[in-house]
């Protein structure tokens, strides 16, 4: 059973800091990796997805990475700002007909 | 990006009362739509997939009985709760996934959530 970890559960960083998210899966037999941001009381909002074979995602100041191998990916985030303040979730799909199980989530608060 | 809406936002009810929570894929044909649940500070746990036209399939404990998913339409699921009860307060979220080539057969797009508040 594929199980979904992520590191740390909650994070405060000063505006302007560059920080790391990591997340963690048992089963490394994916078919594809996304991140999500939940704003509190809200639904989420798909940041980047990385499928199998690819390696890494790029979209503005937001690089998530994948080791299918090791069971790792990382959110990257540059240049913090108070707008990120949210709660970053990542989930794995195991094949295409397969719903995604997703991990706890990283409180972020950046602080102005 | 694709556009997944959730009618209503939130809605209070009393216990006892059946409350319908309707899913609606904007812009592309949802074949296949799952139901989250969301308790404070918890991720997202799924409750049932489903598949246009066909039964709903619920994960292990939820009780379909009591959570009635009909997906009548490749736009509209709606997820009933019967004889709602206060520990059925939660948020409920509910995602589409459509079924041609392209972005859309690869990503789950997510609607906005509907809090229910049970008395």
């Known amino acids: 059973k594929q199980e979904v970890t992520q590191i740390p559960a909650a994070l405060s960083v000063p505006e302007g800091e560059n920080l790391v998210l990591n997340c963690s899966f048992t089963d490394s037999a994916i078919y594809n990796l996304q991140w999500f941001r939940q704003d509190p009381g809200k639904g989420l909002t798909s940041l980047l997805l990385i499928q199998s074979s690819q390696r890494e995602q790029t979209s503005g100041r937001l690089n998530a990475s994948l080791d299918k191998s090791s069971g790792r990916s990382t959110l990257y985030i540059a240049a913090s700002q108070p707008g990120d303040s949210a709660t970053y979730l990542c989930?794995?799909?195991?094949?295409?007909?397969?719903?995604?199980?997703f991990g706890p989530g990283t409180r972020l608060s950046v602080l102005p | 990006g694709a556009v997944v809406s959730q009618h209503p936002s939130w809605v209070i009810c009393k216990s006892g009362t059946s409350v319908k929570i309707e899913c609606r894929s904007l812009d592309f044909q949802a074949t296949t739509m799952f139901w989250y649940r969301q308790f404070p500070k918890q991720s997202l746990m799924l409750m049932a997939t489903?598949?246009?036209?066909?039964?709903?399939?619920?994960e292990q404990g939820v009780e379909k009985d009591k959570f009635l998913i009909n997906h009548a339409s490749l736009t509209l699921s709606t997820l009933t709760v019967t004889s709602a009860h206060p520990e059925d307060s939660s948020f409920y979220i509910c995602?589409?996934?459509?079924?041609?080539?392209?972005?859309?057969?690869?990503?789950?797009?997510f609607g906005p959530g509907t809090r229910l508040t049970v008395l």
């Open positions: 489903s598949n246009e036209g066909s039964k709903a399939t619920y």
């Open positions: 995602s589409a996934r459509g079924g041609t080539s392209g972005r859309r057969e690869v990503e789950q797009f």
């Open positions: 989930a794995v799909r195991r094949n295409y007909g397969q719903n995604f199980v």
